[in-house]
């Protein structure tokens, strides 16, 4: 079964400071990953997906990650935290059926501060 | 083009109650999930629609249901409503299914269960 644990509850950092949100994650195959952000009281936006093409990921805001499958990692990265990006982050892998299922983990709460 | 509506916004039941919660997709896109979030918890997934057909199920009991009409709008049906239903439930939508397939997140309906 398809799992992602994320490492971190909460993630405070300065504004302006870089940001590393730890995701692990479980499955018996190549899977697609996927990083979710939800603003408070808003919906989930996309930030990045991964689905086994290059291993260094760009998505929107600056945000990043990279795919590390000797580590089953797939770390979340800013160069430099806006106070915008405060918000909750969710690692996200998809299920092996026939559909698109999403396994959410917990999430973390990023914090920043000016 | 618009995004993921979803209807109501906020929602108060009391116990045993029955409510109706219903999702419109993006304009082309036939698939249709609906996904519950707990307080501090990740989202968990419901069920999927694909074409008026359902795909997948959750393990959630059978006093969740859900339908996908000829438009592919859908409705998520809760019966005999527990405090435990209260949440944020999610509807999302995408062109086809399969696990690479990007979701796209509706703003959620808040159900509280008095």
């Known amino acids: 079964a398809q799992s992602v644990t994320q490492l971190d509850s909460h993630v405070s950092v300065s504004e302006g400071t870089p940001v590393l949100l730890r995701c692990n994650y479980s499955?018996?195959?190549?899977?697609?990953l996927f990083w979710y952000v939800q603003h408070p009281n808003k919906g989930l936006q996309l930030l990045l997906k991964?689905?086994?093409?290059?291993?260094l990921v760009k998505g929107i805001n600056g945000f990043e990650a990279e795919f590390k499958k000797s580590e089953t990692s797939f770390h979340l990265t800013k160069p430099s935290a806006h106070m915008s990006d405060a918000a909750e982050y969710f690692c996200?892998?998809?299920?092996?059926?026939?559909?698109?299922?999403?396994?959410f983990g917990a999430g973390t709460r990023l914090a920043v501060h000016p | 083009d618009a995004g993921v509506t979803q209807s109501p916004t906020h929602l108060i039941k009391t116990r045993g109650q029955h409510v109706t919660l219903r999702c419109s997709p993006i304009?082309?896109?036939?698939?249709v999930s609906w996904y519950q979030q707990v307080l501090g918890q990740g989202p968990q997934f419901i069920f999927q629609?694909?074409?008026?057909?359902?795909?997948g199920r959750g393990n959630f009991p059978d006093r969740f249901s859900a339908r996908q009409f000829p438009n592919y709008s859908s409705e998520l049906n809760v019966n005999a409503l527990l405090l435990g239903d209260s949440a944020l439930y999610l509807c999302?939508?995408?062109?086809?299914?399969?696990?690479?397939?990007?979701?796209?997140f509706g703003p959620g309906t808040r159900l509280t269960v008095t």
């Open positions: 996200v892998v998809s299920d092996s059926g026939g559909y698109n299922k999403l396994i």
């Open positions: 991964y689905t086994s093409a290059a291993t």
């Open positions: 304009s082309g896109h036939k698939s």
């Open positions: 499955s018996s195959y190549s899977p697609s």
């Open positions: 999302a939508s995408s062109s086809t299914t399969g696990r690479v397939v990007e979701q796209y």
């Open positions: 629609y694909y074409e008026k057909e359902e795909r």
